[in-house]
C-alpha cells in the first residue's frame, strides 16, 4: 500500500480552506507525521479574552484527520468529542498530539491532546471517522 509522504499531507492540510484563515502551521514531525500549531492571537479569542473553543476543535479535528492521512485514508468525521481541561490565554502556542487508537477498513479512533512547549494540556478529544478514499492510489 502506498504511504503518503509529509509534503503531500501538509499540502491536503492546507487544501482546507480553514486552516490557513486561522494561522495554523502543519508542521513535519522527526517520526513521519505532522502536528498542527499555532500562535494564539486576539482574533482567536473568545468574549472572554481566551482562545475560541471552536478553534480547539478545528485543529482538534484536522489532527486526527491528518493521521488518518498518513494511512493513506482521507476520512470525514462522524463524532467527535472536546474535554477542554484549562483556559488558552493569548500569545500562547498551541501543538497538537494526535494519535489512531484504532483502525479497521473504513472506520477510525483517534485521539488529540491540545498542549502548549512545556506539554500543559489544555484540551483532549476523542473522535471516530470514516474513510472514504485513498489519499493517493
Known amino acids: 500500500m502506498p504511504v503518503p509522504t509529509q509534503e503531500q499531507v501538509i499540502q491536503f492540510c492546507h487544501d482546507n480552506k480553514i486552516i490557513d484563515f486561522l494561522g495554523v502551521e502543519i508542521v513535519p514531525t522527526d517520526d513521519g507525521c505532522v502536528r498542527l500549531e499555532l500562535d494564539v492571537k486576539e482574533c482567536h479569542s473568545n468574549p472572554y479574552g481566551i482562545l475560541h473553543g471552536g478553534v480547539l476543535t478545528t485543529m482538534a479535528d484536522t489532527a486526527m484527520g491528518a493521521a488518518c492521512l498518513m494511512r493513506n485514508k482521507k476520512v470525514v ?52 471517522f470514516f474513510a472514504i478514499a485513498k489519499l493517493i492510489d
Open 77 to 128: 468525521t462522524v463524532s467527535i468529542t472536546l474535554e477542554f481541561l484549562h483556559p488558552v490565554q493569548m500569545a500562547s502556542r498551541i501543538i497538537t498530539d494526535a494519535k489512531i487508537l484504532s483502525e479497521g477498513r473504513h472506520i477510525f479512533n483517534c485521539e488529540c491532546a491540545m498542549i502548549d512547549d512545556t506539554g500543559k494540556i489544555f484540551a483532549k478529544a476523542h473522535a471516530v
